[in-house]
């Protein structure tokens, strides 16, 4: 019987593995890669509420803020649906504390006025009611 070089045993797994598409430990296989889609799209609206909700909660503001402008709403596909939202977010005249944001008004002080443009990403698995948040970037316009 041949014997077979430990080295080249190696490399034929690494290859058998790699031709089946098997992915890294913690990395997602992309289905489909992020394309535009409206932002009154149902999931959009709920990554968009869960974004805001997390920026609120880490916020070290008093005051709540909230999406002015969405400039851009994408989703990409992998074990979950990935949105990217781009929205321009502003504070309003509504505390933390009042727990109500629905009716809350953008401030209308200029010395009380913050603007920020910011990047979401939250991965959504909505058949298991998950939401997570991927990635979030804001700077002040």
């Known amino acids: 019987m041949a014997r077979i070089c430990p080295g080249l045993l190696l490399w034929m797994t690494m290859a058998t593995l790699a031709s089946r598409g098997v ?9 489909r890669e992020f394309q535009d889609i409206p932002a009154s799209y149902v999931y959009v609206q709920q990554a ?4 805001m909700k ?7 503001d008093t005051y709540v803020y909230k999406v002015t402008n969405i400039l851009r709403s994408q989703e990409q596909v ?3 649906l990935d949105y990217l939202l781009e929205v321009k977010i ?12 629905d009716n809350c008004l953008i401030q209308e002080d200029p010395k009380m006025q913050k603007m920020f443009y910011c990047t979401f990403i939250v991965a ?12 979030k970037e804001c700077s002040p316009i």
């Not at 968009?48 to 974004?51: E, K």
């Not at 997390?54 to 070290?60: D, F, H, L, M, T």
């Not at 959504?124 to 990635?135: D, R, T």
């Open 23 to 31: 992915q890294a430990w913690g990395s997602k296989k992309v289905t």
């Open 48 to 51: 968009l509420w869960f974004a």
């Open 54 to 60: 997390e920026y609120n909660e880490a916020s070290r």
């Open 78 to 80: 992998t074990d979950s």
């Open 90 to 101: 502003e504070r309003t005249m509504c505390k933390k504390i009042s727990g109500t944001t």
């Open 124 to 135: 959504s698995k909505p058949w298991k009611f998950e939401l997570k948040m991927l990635k």
